[in-house]
């Protein structure tokens, strides 16, 4: 036999050898239905699958804005007697827009607030119960008179000079790093609330004017106090500090809805005409060449303080009839700003806004104001009290004289 035969029939013995235990064990398997124990076949358990999910981080929500989250909720309702506007110092209810740069989206958000928006404010008086030719100047007068009582509500007592100097001298830059800072925007309708959550721990704020309001200061002193029934006892420039009152309690503080976003501005008749009022075509583009030609009177610096800028213009009157100021470095919009406040009040005449310049003309029958002493306030004025030291000084002096010379009679 040869080798190759003797190899064909081992392959073909071992074959039918694995063929008869194969299907020996499946006989074994149906006739005594044999399963292997676990350790040897190891099932996994059915709880890894919920371990698996617990695992697994919980996908978040999807983002809502926050005007969406309040809807089911009742608006916000407000006692506080003026309208709601975005700036209080930067416009004027005087002053009507001719249009409005969007639809009447209100700012607090659809449904937090039971006033209406009509573009460029919050009224306190509703208009829809009352025309504007029946009862709105009455309720006007009134809401003026509750805000008084209010505020002499919550000042009681006015201050001591002492507890003056005391309150001021907390608030000095060495003392505390806490202020509030007023820029471009003035005086708006949010920072009444960031100063009422100074007043709950301190009872003076710190408040430092900058940029465009600072044009008139008297303004923005009289409105600080009107919105929020606090005293201003000190100012040194654009530094202000608001006493709170001695009747005023945290806990009592008026309800204030926040804007959620910066409204449009309204549109405001054109400032600069094509002619000026009484002049001619050709005159009024010889003005306007002349008076950027003119030297200028200073130079404006952004986030300055420009409480000085009316009384130099005034004067400078005086001498020549065209001014020009350089407003290099400023936004187009906050020199037309100041610009409107400087023609109400020096009174003046807007020429151009050409290359970053103010030029303004004092008219053809310029008159000096008779009344400049009352617009303005001085660099450096305490609230406190009328009367300075030095008064009360000499009047200490003039009683101890005549006690004196009625004790030698």
């Not at 698996?52 to 926050?66: G, L, V």
């Amino acid at each position: 036999m040869s080798p190759l035969t003797r190899l064909s029939g081992q392959k073909h013995f071992f074959l039918t050898r694995h063929l008869s235990s194969s299907t020996a064990s499946s006989k074994l398997h149906d006739i005594y239905c044999f399963k292997p124990p676990p350790s040897l076949s190891p099932e996994k358990p059915q709880t890894s699958n919920n371990n698996n999910n617990n695992n697994k981080k919980k996908q978040k929500p999807e983002y809502r804005p926050p005007s969406s989250l309040e809807t089911n909720k009742k608006p916000l309702r407000s006692d506080l007697p003026f309208d709601f506007r975005f700036s209080y110092t930067e416009s004027s209810p005087d002053v009507r827009p001719i249009g409005l740069r969007e639809p009447k989206y209100s700012p607090f958000g659809p449904g937090r607030l039971d006033r209406t928006w009509t573009g460029v404010c919050a009224p306190a008086v509703d208009l829809k119960v009352k025309s504007v030719d029946d009862g709105v100047g009455e309720e006007g007068l009134d809401l003026e008179e509750k805000r008084t009582v209010m505020r002499e509500k919550i000042q009681g007592k006015p201050l001591t000079k002492a507890e003056g100097k005391i309150l001021v001298d907390k608030c000095q830059r060495n003392k505390t790093k806490k202020q509030i800072n007023l820029g471009r925007d003035g005086l708006t309708h949010n920072m009444l609330n960031d100063i009422h959550n100074h007043w709950k721990h301190d009872e003076a704020v710190r408040v430092k004017c900058m940029g465009v309001p600072t044009v008139d200061m008297k303004n923005v002193c009289t409105q600080l106090e009107d919105k929020t029934f606090g005293k201003i006892i000190h100012r040194h420039c654009g530094l202000l500090v608001l006493y709170r009152g001695r009747n005023y309690h945290p806990r009592n503080r008026p309800v204030i809805p926040l804007m959620l976003w910066k409204p449009h501005e309204p549109v405001y008749p054109r400032l600069i005409k094509t002619t000026i009022d009484g002049l001619s075509i050709e005159e009024t583009k010889e003005m306007r060449k002349r008076g950027l030609a003119v030297p200028a009177l200073t130079k404006l610096s952004r986030n300055g303080y420009f409480g000085s800028l009316v009384p130099m213009v005034r004067d400078a009157f005086l001498v020549s009839e065209l001014v020009r100021i350089d407003c290099q470095g400023l936004d187009r919009s906050d020199s037309k700003k100041i610009g409107c406040k400087l023609r109400d009040l020096v009174p003046c005449i807007l020429v151009t806004f050409d290359k970053e310049q103010i030029v303004v003309w004092r008219g053809k029958d310029y008159k000096p104001p008779e009344d400049e002493d009352e617009q303005f306030f001085a660099d450096r004025q305490p609230f406190d009290d009328p009367k300075s030291d030095m008064d009360c000084i000499k009047e200490k002096l003039s009683s101890d004289e005549t006690r004196f010379q009625l004790d030698n009679e």
